[in-house]
């Protein structure tokens, strides 16, 4: 095999790889907000306003075939990536020739962590990255060997912006870039070729998207009816915006430094080089050009800017193609050096295991696989996970997709409540080390942790049913919970009010109790101990109810009943016997009184102000 094969076949088996990876992440990484929307409509559920891209459409075919999964909803852009890696390879091969420079120039696009994600995610970016590739291809070829082919090159610029609103940016500034190429290399005679060449192009190329728009409307359009062709041709104008990489993802958000540093290099290899290596530079300098003109313009005319970690990924082929240009005319072994660094960075960042930007997402597919294999072994009615909201979307896309009407979603403010599994932010999960969770699952990528409760705070909870606590523990309530003192006016303090007990997190004086108050502590059985309790008889609410009898219980046992004359600020303490403590240390402490206020606005039973209580010697 000789020298110039070795690099062709080089590049074939990276952009093989690249194909396997995209096919790989699509069957195995976790649906991501990315998706929601063509996911969502695919299985039927209601979805925000649509991009309104080729790929929905495309995905609803592909799953009318081989079903509705991660995989097939995905296959659309998987294509788009074979296509991309392959665009890649044709427009090095166009600039190099069977050279090094050609497995670089397909490594410098297809390795970049944005390519791999918007290649294998159901978002319609990948279709149409993959057609604006083969498009610049064969405008490439057209203006390096003057080998036109505009109804091709038109079709796949209109797929591209068909597929994705994002591409009308990258498919003007192609056909500008054509254009000022043609006009520079033909002179007047450039005149004639636009009439009969770069116009057919230019009509397919924008008559494709319209029409697709005319019966899908995309994301800046949706929320009105497209009842005229116009409309189609509205929406194509004001659909697209700015993408730059997002600050969470592998680069900062420096979109517009990279169009500059792009647009430079081509620049640069354009005035170093000649024949039709500089056609290829300038072509691609234009259009990088003429698409940082168009952004900068868009949002002046009336479009907001709407920022994404997928941005500009029409530049990504430019991006490649004119890092290798310029390496190689500046300094053949010292641009090797730089472009292979770039490639290292590239490769240092590559994974599998979920989409940049969107890594608090990636276990969710995971976790679901789990609760199913659960739900399996022990067969129940509901279960009850407790997530944040922001997961709603996934956790419902994937309720719908594999049919899971047994699982229930706790809302937002009930977290720290009792469910069957806990799935939860690392952070969030450290709060709740006193409701002894036992760990599941444990993703340090995407900071997250699946956890149940464990043994030990399950013989807990049996304990305290013996104990005749038939009810849930209130949110914040710590089973696990062992202080034999709790004080109302100390952060954490709500762990130890098990039911009828003002359980916010936060610290505060006076805790308002309601029918049944019930506390959890901790005092193992001994003689001696004593239970003295600080509280306040509210003087507005109360002053026409005195007296008030307090009755105190531990482990159920009455240990003593006190009258209160007076208001405001009370005691109670009482001695405990041995026999109504327990050796393991579980100490129920509830406590009732023979008069409540009842507020009008919601019929709640008010009782007294906790201020803080519990064992002493």
């Not at 008559?207 to 359009?221: M, N, R, S």
């Not at 969470?248 to 430094?257: D, K, M, Q, V």
């Not at 003087?539 to 009258?563: A, H, Q, T």
Request: proline letters at 5%.
């Amino acid at each position: 095999m000789t020298g110039s094969r070795q690099w062709r076949w080089a590049a074939v088996a990276l952009v093989v790889f690249l194909s396997a990876v995209c096919l790989r992440r699509a069957a195995t990484q976790s649906i991501v907000s990315a998706e929601w929307d063509l996911h969502s409509r695919a299985i039927g559920l209601a979805a925000p306003p649509s991009h309104g891209g080729l790929a929905a459409p495309a995905a609803a075919v592909v799953s009318a075939v081989a079903g509705v999964s991660e995989f097939s909803l995905r296959l659309p852009d998987v294509v788009g990536g074979i296509l991309f890696f392959t665009g890649l390879f044709l427009l090095g091969r166009l600039a190099f020739g069977d050279s090094p420079w050609l497995p670089l120039t397909v490594a410098l696009g297809g390795l970049n962590p944005f390519a791999l994600d918007v290649c294998s995610m159901a978002a319609g970016r990948g279709l149409g990255l993959g057609c604006w590739t083969l498009a610049a291809y064969l405008t490439a070829r057209w203006v390096a060997d003057g080998r036109p082919i505009p109804s091709l090159a038109g079709a796949l610029l209109g797929l591209a912006a068909a597929a994705d609103p994002q591409q009308c940016f990258g498919v003007a500034a192609l056909e500008i870039g054509l254009l000022v190429c043609l006009f520079a290399t033909k002179g007047r005679g450039g005149i004639r070729i636009a009439m009969a060449e770069i116009a057919p192009l230019c009509l397919i190329s924008w008559v494709i998207p319209a029409l697709g728009y005319w019966v899908h409307p995309p994301f800046a359009f949706s929320d009105r009816t497209a009842a005229r062709f116009l409309d189609g041709l509205k929406a194509l104008a004001t659909a697209s915006a700015l993408h730059v990489p997002s600050s969470t993802g592998f680069w900062p958000r420096l979109g517009w430094l990279s169009i500059a540093a792009t647009v430079a290099g081509l620049c640069a290899a354009a005035l170093l080089s000649s024949g039709r290596e500089r056609r290829l530079a300038m072509l691609f300098s234009v259009a990088g050009a003429a698409a940082g003109v168009l952004i900068w313009a868009v949002p002046r005319v009336g479009r907001d800017r709407w920022f994404g970690a997928e941005g500009l990924a029409f530049t990504l082929p430019l991006m490649s193609l004119g890092g290798a240009l310029l390496a190689r005319r500046i300094h053949a072994k010292a641009g090797a050096v730089v472009a292979l660094g770039v490639v290292a960075a590239f490769a240092w960042r590559f994974q599998t295991h979920a989409y940049y930007g969107y890594e608090a997402q990636a276990a969710t597919r995971d976790v679901i696989t789990r609760l199913e294999a659960r739900e399996r072994s022990q067969p129940k009615a509901r279960l009850l996970v407790s997530a944040p909201s922001s997961r709603s979307p996934e956790i419902d896309v994937y309720r719908k997709l594999r049919g899971i009407n047994w699982l229930a979603q706790a809302p937002d403010n009930s977290l720290e409540c009792a469910a069957d599994f806990y799935y939860l932010p690392v952070a969030r999960f450290a709060r709740m080390e006193s409701l002894g969770l036992r760990v599941i699952a444990d993703d340090g990528r995407a900071g997250t942790v699946l956890a149940e409760m464990g043994t030990a705070a399950r013989a807990r909870v049996g304990v305290l049913r013996e104990l005749g606590f038939a009810d849930e523990p209130q949110c914040n309530a710590g089973v696990m919970a062992e202080a034999r003192w709790v004080d109302s006016n100390l952060y954490g303090s709500a762990r130890y009010y098990l039911r009828d007990i003002d359980d916010r997190m936060l610290p505060d004086r006076w805790r308002w109790t309601y029918e049944r108050p019930a506390f959890l502590l901790h005092q193992t059985r001994r003689e001696g101990v004593r239970f003295r309790m600080d509280f306040l008889i509210h003087g507005l609410y109360f002053r026409d109810k005195l007296p008030v009898e307090l009755e105190v219980r531990v482990n159920g046992r009455e240990i003593g009943r006190r009258r209160y004359t007076s208001l405001e600020q009370q005691s109670f303490d009482a001695a405990v016997p041995a026999e109504a403590l327990r050796e393991d240390g579980v100490a129920l402490v509830e406590t009732s009184i023979d008069r409540y206020y009842v507020a009008p606005e919601d019929r709640q039973k008010l009782g007294y102000l906790f201020i803080r209580g519990g064992f002493v010697d």
